[in-house]
């Protein structure tokens, strides 16, 4: 079984020796991926909350908050009025165009995440397996471009996606559990981005049998960290928590890997090395 604390002392040893490197792919990464749609949820969490804790107080016939009186009927009034804005906006041509310009968005977004995210993610993972052997070039990133892979990855990791999607809508419990069931399939096709998505999906699930509650405490075991790097409004994760991160988790990848290997559910011709 594997133990955390060696799992991380190896990944920081690996990550250090190709620091510059490493830090730059993680900082492409973010990039790419990270922030997006960050601050709508937050804006409308303040929009609730500032309605929900105004001091309007409630006696019997009127609303009164900060020296100013509201009868029922000036509140019927509002109302009213709010209704018929809302309806004149809806029957307008600024609602469609509204509506347009949101799924456009999302398209853009969603071709983005399949084309450039995925597989920079698959490429960073490369990466970070590769480092622990030789140093590896920045071209590792956009290796699946190069492999004639990149309609599998794209299918096999929207598949992922969606199943953790669908998961999670029977509460959180049971998307989270799925979402560490398929952690290992991002690695997996970074190492062979020919396999099929049905073999990804079982050895990934394979190799997480017995192994998602640990993993998840590694998880909990940089929280520390990530604190201390929004103190440094992440620059320290930039230069420091991020790379160590990705290192601890190939160095998690390569046991479960040769955990694999040795038991015999995978053959060397599916995981043929980095």
Same mark, same amino acid.
């Given at each position: 079984m594997?133990?955390?604390s060696?799992?991380k002392?190896?990944?920081k ?6 620091y510059?490197?490493a830090v730059?792919?993680?900082?492409i ?8 749609g960050?601050g709508?949820g ?7 909350d ?14 009164y ?7 029922d009927?000036d509140l019927? +009034?509002?109302?009213s009025?709010s209704?018929n /804005?809302m309806?004149?906006?809806?029957a307008?041509g ?5 509506i347009g310009?949101?799924?456009?968005i =999302?398209i853009v977004?969603? /071709?983005?995440k399949?084309?450039?995210v ?5 490429g960073?993972n490369n990466f ?5 052997e030789?140093?590896k070039t920045l ?5 699946i471009?190069?492999?004639g +892979?990149?309609?599998?990855?794209i299918f ?7 199943? +953790? =999607?669908?998961w999670?809508?029977?509460f959180?419990?049971?998307g989270i559990?799925?979402?560490y069931e398929y952690?290992m399939?991002?690695y ?5 981005p020919?396999?099929s998505?049905?073999?990804a999906?079982e ?17 909990l075991?940089?929280l ?7 103190f440094?409004i992440?620059?320290?994760g930039i =230069?420091y928590?991020?790379?160590y991160v +990705? ?6 990848y ?13 053959s060397?011709s599916?995981l /043929?090395g980095?």
């Amino acid at each position: 079984m594997w133990i955390r604390s060696e799992l991380k002392e190896r990944g920081k040893i690996t990550f250090k020796r190709f620091y510059w490197k490493a830090v730059l792919v993680c900082f492409i990464c973010l990039l790419l991926s990270g922030g997006l749609g960050s601050g709508a949820g937050s804006r409308v969490s303040d929009t609730y909350d500032s309605f929900m804790h105004n001091d309007y107080n409630y006696t019997d016939d009127y609303y009164y908050g900060n020296d100013e009186y509201y009868y029922d009927e000036d509140l019927d +009034q509002e109302a009213s009025d709010s209704f018929n /804005i809302m309806e004149e906006f809806f029957a307008s041509g600024f609602f469609l165009l509204f509506i347009g310009i949101f799924i456009l968005i =999302f398209i853009v977004l969603f /071709i983005i995440k399949l084309l450039i995210v995925y597989p920079i993610e698959i490429g960073k993972n490369n990466f970070f397996m590769g480092i622990r052997e030789e140093e590896k070039t920045l071209d590792s990133l956009i290796f699946i471009y190069k492999s004639g +892979q990149l309609k599998n990855t794209i299918f096999t990791m929207f598949m992922k996606g969606l199943f +953790q =999607f669908l998961w999670s809508l029977l509460f959180i419990i049971p998307g989270i559990i799925k979402a560490y069931e398929y952690r290992m399939i991002p690695y997996i096709l970074s190492e062979n981005p020919d396999i099929s998505r049905q073999r990804a999906f079982e050895i990934s699930k394979r190799m997480m049998g017995g192994n998602k509650w640990n993993t998840f405490v590694l998880d909990l075991s940089f929280l520390g960290w990530e604190i201390l790097s929004i103190f440094t409004i992440g620059i320290l994760g930039i =230069f420091y928590v991020n790379p160590y991160v +990705q290192s601890t988790n190939a160095e998690l990848y390569a046991y479960l890997r040769e955990d694999a290997l040795k038991n015999g559910y995978v053959s060397s011709s599916e995981l /043929i090395g980095f």
